[in-house]
């Protein structure tokens, strides 16, 4: 214990420069700026600063490319909340809360709570990184394919539950999601599957292309039969951007919850944010004990993912810190760059540059602390925003969208691809087909499938495979229970 | 109106100036274009040359770099293919763009640009666990010969690139039928491989050198052949295949293509640009770094090479049956 203490003072005489503080906050805002464009995440933000950090010393760069990328962590939800348009993939659920939030006239309160629980999801995660990285890495290490698996049909029975009305329509909604994702190159053999010939489809489709077309442009079409009409605002609250104590108060134990889960998925391979938010929003709406709200404006369905996706960045610094490799994309811009630099990334990380590994833990605490100050002030001048109306708010939404449409791929057959999924999210939503499941489907199918087919290689085609390991089983467990839990809970609701 | 008319007339007369005069100059900002995503090899490469061109001051005009990911590579290029003649274009390359080719996923074939050079090379390992019985590759593929279910070899991120094909390659070589192997592949690459020869989830690795380089010499895991040609300086106490009595060497190279039709000055220029570059002190200092190795080709040399590479590739996708 000790010596996480003398390494954690290291890492903090490390971090707290004037140059460095200096750093962390233009590295701060540019991710900040990244994540509230639609389309520009983190891992561009990073690159782009790629040349910008050949002239400093390591730990100076990567700092400064930790601090875009939490900066991106905050900024992504802004975009969520504002115009129900995700700025990353990690903000996806951001919009299920945040943007009813904004339409119910508390747009202030669900940037005030994006940015707090970012914070907290953020210093949490950190707090776990400096304490619990050994034991948390060699967990990881556990998780083969089958155990990959049982996770993601955990996560997928746990969404299920996520769908308002009927289920069917929610396991109708799932298995769209799950056809999308085969579009594409198939990764265990190569071969083209469903692209008819599409050049642009060979990369499958991008989800975020999916979520823009039937959240943001969707939302555009919508509205276009009461394009007078103003936001629900009240015009005291307006620019007050706080959150009130009985507010905050729902949202203690969704952050405290989320910040643990979304850190473990951060560590294991191959897992992204995504998947981190979707599973704590989950969480939270089953154990909520008002969950018809959620979807409507539950300030703590917008906390828990908020939570769970910052300390999901922290989580992905573990595989990097103690292996040497990427846990997400935006890792592995950073190793890049660390490696041109001269550090040369592997196990031996923490032993051999204690001062670059431990300033980084540090300088993730004071990254938050800094966006939190950057965050709060930048609400204000985007709730005015709401003071528009709407015939000049939604040609705006439409516009973002499609840049942000073209900055994913720079391709343009995404416009064609982003309208006919807005067509679809339309003529869903009259069908009252609920989206979640088709989404999570959509971002869980390759990796699903993947390690399903990866687990028969390895057993030689027996489903025995997800029953022998310990962790597998349990994952299976928790699945079925909670299916039963929400069927049951659905008939109490019915009758 | 009449500004505009009067810069695009110049920057038309600049054009036709310079590729009419018999040296040829870069007369705008030079892109290039990394067929990916920032922080896989080719976007590395990519940054490498812009640093070493600008810091050497080897080109007069800026350069950037441009991401332009999908269809394995095939974005990137059809958008070179696309800026005809233009000398101020030019794209990251490597096997794949023969590869994806011959596995009949992209149309786009070496002969529709213009290429320019090889300039760095990784070599493949064959890694195994810490604890593994076997100390070279003999011995692995003996033990998968005799019981190929019991050895899932981690692969990624898809079947049919470099470090598949060269397993495939040495399997061949020890009588290994090459259908049999249980490939267990990781879409994540390096960055799920790694943990999953590391937790035991697969038995050994095909994979990129650096990738595992680290592992190996913290004692986490063992390398028991590289497909390089001669002994590696930083890795002293690993045997190449050919050590081991395999023929094969196999590197992992990466270079440059330019935009299709470019003229003979052209392409001269950038002989000069590049040859000069290699061997510059910021350039060797930077592949060291990212443990690459040098594999410097002009233009002539690549070309043959290319040919070369593109009737070996499919005489070995035939035979392993991946080419249809």
């Known amino acids: 214990m000790d010596a996480i203490f003398q390494n954690l003072a290291i890492g903090f005489s490390t971090a707290i420069t004037a140059y460095n503080i200096l750093w962390v906050f233009i590295g701060g805002l540019l991710g900040t700026v990244m994540g509230m464009l639609p389309g520009l995440g983190p891992a561009t933000g990073v690159a782009i600063l790629i040349p910008i950090t050949y002239g400093m010393n390591p730990s100076t760069a990567l700092i400064t490319m930790c601090a875009v990328y939490y900066g991106a962590m905050f900024g992504g939800s802004r975009a969520s909340i504002m115009i129900n348009t995700p700025g990353d993939a990690s903000a996806i659920v951001s919009c299920f809360d945040g943007y009813p939030m904004t339409k119910n006239g508390e747009a202030g309160a669900a940037l005030a709570i994006s940015a707090i629980a970012s914070f907290i999801g953020g210093t949490i995660g950190m707090l776990f990184l400096v304490f619990l990285t050994g034991p948390i890495a060699d967990a990881a290490l556990r998780f083969g394919p089958a155990e990959m698996f049982s996770l993601m049909l955990f996560a997928l029975v746990a969404t299920i539950t996520l769908a308002e009305g009927s289920l069917l329509k929610g396991v109708i909604a799932m298995c769209i999601g799950f056809m999308l994702s085969t579009i594409g190159i198939d990764a265990l053999t190569g071969i083209l599957r469903f692209t008819y010939g599409v050049e642009e489809l060979q990369d499958g489709i991008d989800f975020l292309v999916v979520m823009i077309g039937v959240y943001a442009i969707c939302e555009v079409f919508k509205n276009l039969k009461n394009l007078e009409t103003k936001y629900n605002l009240d015009s005291k609250s307006i620019g007050k951007v706080w959150v009130s104590w009985p507010q905050f108060k729902k949202c203690i134990m969704p952050m405290l919850r989320s910040s643990p889960l979304g850190f473990f998925v951060g560590v294991l391979p191959g897992m992204g944010a995504s998947i981190a938010t979707f599973m704590s929003y989950a969480m939270e709406k089953n154990l909520s004990k008002t969950p018809e709200k959620f979807g409507k404006g539950a300030i703590e369905g917008l906390a828990a993912p908020e939570a769970a ?3 999901c960045a922290a989580g992905a610094m573990v595989p990097l810190l103690t292996l040497g490799i990427p846990g997400s994309g935006t890792t592995a811009v950073m190793l890049g760059a660390l490696m041109m630099l001269g550090v040369k990334p592997g196990p031996i990380l923490f032993s051999q540059y ?15 602390i800094i ?3 950057i965050n709060l002030p930048l609400a204000i001048p985007l709730v005015q925003l709401l003071k528009l109306p709407q015939r000049v708010m939604m040609p705006l939404i439409l516009g973002m969208a499609f840049m942000g449409t073209y900055f994913l791929n720079y391709s343009s057959f995404d416009f064609i691809l982003v309208m006919g999924f807005a067509l679809g999210g339309y003529i869903f939503s009259k069908l009252e087909i609920p989206l979640p ?7 869980l199918g390759g990796t699903t499938e993947q390690s399903f087919r990866n ?7 027996s489903l025995g495979i997800f029953f022998s390991k310990p962790i597998s089983v349990t994952l299976i467990a928790l699945a079925g229970l909670s299916l039963v839990y929400s069927l049951l809970k659905r008939r109490k609701h019915a009758q | 109106m009449k500004k505009l008319f009067a810069v695009v007339l110049l920057v038309v007369l600049f054009a036709v100036a310079g590729t009419a005069s018999a040296e040829w100059k870069p007369s705008r900002t030079i892109e290039l274009i990394a067929p990916a995503n920032p922080g896989g090899g080719w976007d590395m490469l990519c940054r490498t040359v812009q640093k070493a061109l600008t810091d050497e001051k080897l080109v007069e005009k800026n350069v950037i770099v441009v991401n332009k990911p999908g269809g394995g590579g095939a974005t990137g290029w059809n958008y070179l293919k696309g800026k005809k003649g233009q000398g101020e274009y030019l794209s990251a390359t490597s096997t794949l763009l023969m590869l994806n080719n011959l596995l009949g996923k ?8 213009t290429p320019i050079a090889a300039l760095q090379t990784e070599w493949i390992s064959i890694a195994v666990e810490q604890d593994s019985p076997w100390k070279t590759v003999k011995d692995l593929f003996e033990a998968i010969k005799a019981d190929p279910s019991s050895v899932p070899v981690g692969v990624g991120p898809t079947l049919g690139n470099n470090d598949h094909l060269m397993f495939l390659e040495l399997a061949q070589e020890f009588g290994v039928e090459p259908a049999s192997i249980k490939f267990i592949v990781y879409p994540g690459a390096g960055g799920e491989i790694v943990p999953a020869l590391l937790g035991g989830h697969v038995k050994a690795t095909t994979i990129g050198l650096g990738e595992v380089l680290e592992q190996h010499k ?14 590696l300086d930083f890795l002293p106490d690993v045997d190449t295949f050919t050590a081991q009595g395999v023929n094969l060497v196999f590197p992992h190279w990466r270079g440059i293509i330019g935009a299709p039709d470019l003229t003979p000055e052209q392409v001269k220029y950038w002989d000069d640009v590049f040859t000069k570059m290699v061997q510059t002190e910021t350039w060797k200092t930077l592949i060291a770094n990212l443990g690459w190795s040098n594999f410097y080709q002009n233009s002539a040399e ?3 090479f290319l040919e070369k590479s593109t009737t070996d590739f499919d005489k070995l996708l035939t035979q392993v049956g991946l080419k249809k």
């Open chain 2, 302 to 304: 690549h070309t043959a």
């Open chain 2, 218 to 231: 913290a004692g986490k895991m063992r390398i028991i052949g590289v497909s390089a040609d001669q002994k």
């Open chain 1, 309 to 311: 996706n910052n300390s």
């Open chain 1, 371 to 373: 966006l939190v100050i």
């Open chain 2, 106 to 113: 992209s149309e786009i074939t070496y002969k529709d640009v």
């Open chain 1, 354 to 368: 204690p001062e670059i590994a431990w300033g980084v833990i540090a300088s993730i605490l004071i990254g938050n």
């Open chain 1, 437 to 443: 499941p088709m989404i999570l489907a959509l971002i």
């Open chain 1, 455 to 461: 687990s028969m290689s390895l057993s030689d085609g």
